[in-house]
């Protein structure tokens, strides 16, 4: 087990069901499994991320699929680019939907010997997760401060998420692989054109990250189309445009119905294999 101490770095060791390290700081496993590594000294606020409602409408709506597609395009790259890969990472997994798909993708072609960590800072998210995947490991924890150890994970994905890159150097293995997911120029463009009287593209740029080579990146766009008051009541709650919106415009769109672009950007990098960090 890659864990490590959130409090002093060393390694921390399962017992019964707890997690121990060589100084005695000890994290109790959840009943549903996870075990949080956010001391309660390094949290900013009580509850930290996404609440129990966005986090349920983000939840519903991915279990309709709409965002399978990237889901099977991340998989598909994951493959491609590191098919035998041991230790995976979804960082800002969320309620684990990308990471549980991700690891039965990965378990086929490295002989069943992968295992896969998710981390989100979100209690309600990572308990939602553990609860329905208990085949995966889950930790409520900050992407900035990651509780694993050096050179510990193969692949890592990261969609949406923030993170430090300094941690990214820290805890990925020479050679491995991380994919990233951003929106992409058009993403949700009808949605911001409700909004704003002159709505932005997303950047372009490349995502260039030091101690990594920049190997390749996707595009994957598609028109969204909701009808159903429910999927759309979930699609709003779940993005941040929900608290732009007036009352009156989400009952408009809800009558109306919404299409959207989807439009994701998907980089590949890889860890240097020599560190010169």
């Not at 800002?92 to 039965?104: A, I, K, P, T, V």
């Not at 193969?154 to 994919?179: C, H, N, T």
């Not at 463009?189 to 260039?208: C, D, F, M, N, T």
Request: charged share 20%.
């Amino acid at each position: 087990m890659p864990y490590i101490c959130p409090i002093c770095s060393a390694p921390l060791t399962l017992c019964d069901k707890s997690w121990v390290c060589p100084q005695r700081h000890q994290f109790d496993n959840a009943k549903e499994g996870y075990v949080n590594l956010l001391p309660v000294q390094k949290k900013k606020t009580k509850d930290p991320g996404d609440n129990k409602e966005m986090m349920i409408a983000r939840r519903e709506f991915l279990n309709k699929g709409f965002y399978q597609p990237l889901s099977d395009k991340v998989n598909q790259l994951a493959v491609q680019y590191h098919p035998q890969a041991e230790t995976l990472l979804d960082i800002g997994c969320g309620e684990g939907y990308y990471s549980h798909r991700l690891f039965e993708t990965i378990q086929k072609t490295s002989a069943g010997q992968c295992q896969l960590f998710g981390l989100d800072i979100s209690k309600s998210a990572i308990k939602s997760a553990a609860k329905r995947y208990c085949d995966l490991q889950f930790c409520v924890a900050s992407v900035f401060e990651m509780p694993f150890a050096d050179n510990s994970i193969d692949l890592a994905i990261r969609i949406y998420a923030p993170s430090k890159v300094e941690e990214l150097q820290r805890v990925m293995k020479p050679g491995s692989i991380l994919i990233t997911v951003s929106p992409g120029p058009m993403h949700h463009y009808a949605l911001k054109q409700k909004i704003y009287s002159q709505p932005r593209l997303h950047p372009q740029e490349s995502l260039v990250l030091e101690g990594f080579h920049y190997l390749s990146h996707e595009s994957l766009s598609y028109q969204l189309t909701l009808s159903q008051t429910d999927d759309i009541q979930h699609f709003l709650s779940m993005t941040p445009y929900a608290w732009k919106l007036s009352d009156m415009q989400k009952r408009q769109i809800i009558e109306q119905g919404l299409e959207c672009e989807i439009d994701f950007k998907i980089e590949i990098h890889q860890r240097e294999q020599s560190a010169t960090d």
